[in-house]
């Protein structure tokens, strides 16, 4: 086995039991960016020199036995929307190619509080605005498991990065699905923990009422472990909540105990999602995955909400309005691309802005501006958010009476990179993952196991703060159909 196979919690105790150092690790993960990147291209920003710096040090805390964090020399990906201090942060997009980022976020002082090394910025859609990485000012991210597909997007770059065996464990966003997504494109588990529970400053926001940092891991014990180093309170960020202590009582150790969670788990399935016609492959490991729960013993049960109907439509006004609030503070005035000739500010303005963005970029902030022009305000945007309220009843209603929501994390399989899929094809599959972000739920992904040198995720959205019961469950079910 190579020290890049080795799963983030398993490198931890390799270190304690001085099985190999760090920087022996951080180097083969760096031979692994070498060789791949030029065609996954995984990565905005390599920090190889600051990465080796670092495994130095935390092998020197390793030698001389000084306290260390939980995520103690572990090599992790960031989504280049999060800032790095004195990294470049570009949210893929020209606007802010050469930007370099003064200050750290506070995912970022949490990683380096937990002694892991930061090695690389990974890629994604603009300012995190798509599904497939395709709308990077830096050109797609390939799915390491087929190339000749996506890895997902938005958070395409940290899935590819993990998937490729170029970091341990990687950081992602989640607007509407942008971490669950790519991770189940790449066979990797990714969650979006309870909103709030992850402080966003120095997270460049897509819209704040949605937004949530999210972790990949390479199975739930990972994904659970980097959550718990980043949860927590900050003052800095006015939307943040407490510490909600996902790993309270969870065993990771043991395949019996973990499977036996699943007797505690009432899962409900909407019927509206049962009746839909997903894609054969889709559909059939989701049969298998309702068995796999079944026979488990945990219970299961079909519900009517009719509310998802509306689901994609809800979204996309509410969380354009947000958008185009949001994206006009990159004016080019105090940082970002700016034009080179023009008359006056207004033109500075609009020609680095035009010079700036993406086409999906503009699209939504377009639209944000004009749904919230005057009576269109009414007619759109106040509706909509009435039925962002409907939806939360829906779920709290189901919530009284089961744990979870169980459904396919995607209604397809990974688009080819050469598909060119219509905008609003492309928002129609992010059907599954929109709910949790529109009532602020977490929500997990995980793989079923490998068809075809492909897997399918499975998705459960739980009840707000109560992390840990889709993590036990994902977790049990992982280990039930390994
Ligand atoms: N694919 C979704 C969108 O395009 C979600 C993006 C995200 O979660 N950042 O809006």
Do not use: W
Request: a negative charge.
């Amino acid at each position: 086995m190579k020290l890049t196979d080795i799963k983030a919690a398993d490198l931890i105790r390799g270190y304690e039991n001085r099985d190999f150092s760090c920087e022996e690790v951080v180097k083969e993960y760096l031979k692994n960016i070498e060789e791949n990147e030029k065609d996954i291209n995984a990565y905005v920003t390599v920090m190889a020199e600051d990465a080796l710096k670092n495994a130095k040090k935390v092998d020197a805390k390793y030698q001389n036995r000084e306290e260390l964090g939980i995520l103690a020399g572990v090599p992790v990906g960031v989504k280049d929307n999060i800032a790095v201090k004195d990294v470049k942060m570009t949210c893929s997009s020209k606007m802010l190619e050469n930007f370099i980022v003064p200050y750290d976020s506070v995912v970022s002082e949490r990683l380096k509080k937990e002694d892991s090394v930061i090695i690389g910025k990974t890629n994604m859609d603009e300012f995190a605005m798509g599904s497939t990485t395709k709308t990077s000012y830096f050109g797609v991210s390939k799915n390491p498991l087929d190339r000749t597909l996506v890895s997902g997007g938005s958070s395409g770059g940290s899935a590819a990065a993990l998937g490729a065996k170029e970091c341990a464990l990687a950081i992602g966003t989640d607007t509407g699905g942008s971490t669950r997504q790519p991770a189940s494109f790449c066979g990797l588990v990714g969650i979006k923990p309870t909103y709030g529970t992850i402080p966003r400053y120095g997270v460049s926001t897509m819209a704040n009422t949605f937004d949530q940092v999210g972790a990949f891991g390479k199975d739930v014990e990972d994904a659970a472990l980097l959550l718990k180093a980043l949860e927590g309170k900050d003052l800095r960020d006015a939307t943040s909540t407490g510490n909600i202590s996902i790993h309270e009582n969870i065993d990771f150790t043991n395949d019996e105990a973990a499977i036996e969670y699943l007797k505690e788990m009432k899962i409900a399935i909407p019927k509206q999602y049962l009746d839909m016609n997903l894609n054969s492959r889709v559909k059939e490991d989701f049969d298998k995955a309702i068995d796999t729960f079944k026979s488990n013993g945990a219970t299961i049960e079909v519900v009517d909400m009719n509310s998802l109907e509306n689901i994609i439509e809800t979204y996309h006004i509410l969380t354009n309005g947000e958008i185009s609030s949001n994206m006009a503070r990159l004016d080019s005035l105090r940082y970002g691309h700016r034009t080179e000739e023009y008359e006056d500010f207004k033109e500075m303005f609009k020609k680095s802005r035009q010079e700036g963005f993406g086409d999906e970029v503009k699209r939504r902030i377009m639209i944000g501006a004009h749904i919230l022009s005057l009576d269109l305000a009414e007619d759109y945007y106040y509706k909509a958010l009435k039925v962002r309220t409907l939806i939360k009843e829906d779920y709290e209603k189901v919530f009284k009476n089961f744990n979870m929501v169980l459904c396919p994390t995607v209604p397809v399989l990974p688009f080819k990179i050469e598909d060119d899929m219509s905008p609003v094809e492309m928002y129609q599959a992010d059907l599954f993952t929109i709910p949790a972000n529109m009532i602020g739920s977490p929500s997990i992904s995980v793989p079923m196991p490998k068809v075809d040198g492909l897997s399918v995720g499975m998705e459960l959205t739980g009840r707000r703060f109560k992390d840990s019961e889709i993590i036990k469950a994902a977790l049990g079910f992982e280990r039930s159909v390994k």
